[in-house]
T-cell receptor
């Protein structure tokens, strides 16, 4: 069965600092991986996705993520965080069967 | 091009009542997914439907919950005899639906159900 672990429940960074959100997955074959962002009271917006090919993927809002098969990880990064990035971030995996399995999320707080 | 629409956005029910949640997929999308988000948790898959067919309902509770996606009209998630534990945010997503490859799911804003 596929699963996703986001070990950090809460993270606080200063505006302008770099950010890395961790995601580890468990899946028997090559996974499809995603990062979504959810602002309070809102739905989910897709930041980026990995299907195959280049293991470093670029997304919207200046985010990027790197797929590392040897570590079963798909960490999300941003070089310089903006106050508007404060939100909850979810990592998700699927094997192509369309059913997404989500992690429990990381709540990001940005200090001005 | 309107996104995925869900209504109502907020729904309050008393224990024992029925809740009906509606989802209109994006134009041209024929696949719909329902997810539930309990407080302080991530989203959990409930059911995957195509027009007039349930494809995967492995995440649906065995009792009181049902879903449909008729030929015409929105997809409906129905919860009978609601209990306090059903209080959650229910999200719908849709995709274009090409069975041979993975399709990105676009999410609606969710329906927040509160059971008193």
């Amino acid at each position: 069965a596929q699963s996703v672990t986001q070990p950090d429940i809460h993270i606080t960074v200063s505006e302008g600092a770099s950010l890395e959100l961790r995601c580890n997955y468990s899946y028997g074959a090559t996974p499809y991986l995603f990062w979504y962002v959810q602002s309070p009271g809102q739905g989910l917006q897709l930041l980026l996705k990995y299907f195959s090919g280049d293991t470093l993927v670029q997304g919207i809002k200046g985010f990027e993520a790197e797929f590392k098969r040897s570590q079963s990880s798909f960490n999300l990064r941003k070089p310089s965080v903006h106050w508007s990035d404060a939100a909850e971030y979810f990592c998700a995996v699927t094997g192509g069967g369309n059913k997404l399995t989500f992690g429990t999320g990381t709540q990001l707080k940005v200090e001005l | 091009n309107a996104g995925v629409m869900q209504n109502p956005r907020h729904l309050v029910r008393r224990r024992g009542q029925e809740a009906r949640l509606r989802c209109s997929p994006m134009k041209g999308h024929s696949h719909v997914y329902w997810y539930r988000q309990l407080p302080e948790e991530g989203l959990k898959f409930m059911v995957y439907l195509q027009k007039e067919n349930i494809i995967d309902e492995s995440g649906m509770p065995k009792e009181r919950f049902s879903a449909e996606f008729p030929k015409e009209g929105p997809s409906i998630l129905r919860i009978q005899q609601v209990v306090r534990g059903d209080s959650a945010a229910y999200f719908c997503a849709s995709s274009p639906g090409q069975p041979s490859s993975y399709n990105e799911q676009f999410f609606g804003p969710g329906t927040r159900l509160t059971v008193l």
